[in-house]
């Protein structure tokens, strides 16, 4: 495997909930974040999880609402949405990138180099 592929997308209600799935390359000191990017917008990050695991970083458009999580065993990095609202609507990207930091996670995509193709969430209101 040399990219993460996602799944778990959709169409759900305002209100309703998604579970992300990203089946990553298992490389170490990797962190690993999901990205979104919807019509006419830049990509943005939404979540991420140092390679350490110690550490998370949410966009505060999604506090409260979305939880990053992984299993390091299956090599699989999950993104709980929860309480989705039509904004949410947008494809989304796992991605994964290297750092000397354990502690780090990247916000700016051009530091990811792994990208999955992405899988479209769509909210309806």
């Known amino acids: 495997q040399v990219q993460p592929v996602e799944s778990g997308g959709g169409l759900v209600q305002a209100g309703e909930s998604l579970r992300l799935s990203c089946a990553a390359s298992?490389?170490?000191?990797?962190?690993e974040s999901w990205f979104r990017q919807a019509p006419g917008k830049e990509r943005e990050i939404v979540a991420g999880i140092s390679w350490s695991g110690t550490r998370f970083y949410y966009a505060d458009f999604v506090k409260g609402r979305f939880t990053i999580s992984r299993d390091d065993a299956k090599n699989t990095m999950y993104l709980q949405m929860n309480s989705l609202e039509p904004e949410d609507t947008a494809v989304y990207f796992c991605?994964?990138?290297?750092?000397?930091?354990?502690?780090?996670?990247?916000?700016?995509?051009?530091?990811?180099?792994?990208w999955g193709q992405g899988t479209q969430v769509t909210v309806s209101s």
């Open positions: 298992g490389r170490d000191r990797e962190a």
């Open positions: 991605a994964a990138a290297y750092s000397r930091d354990p502690w780090a996670v990247p916000v700016d995509a051009g530091k990811y180099d792994s």
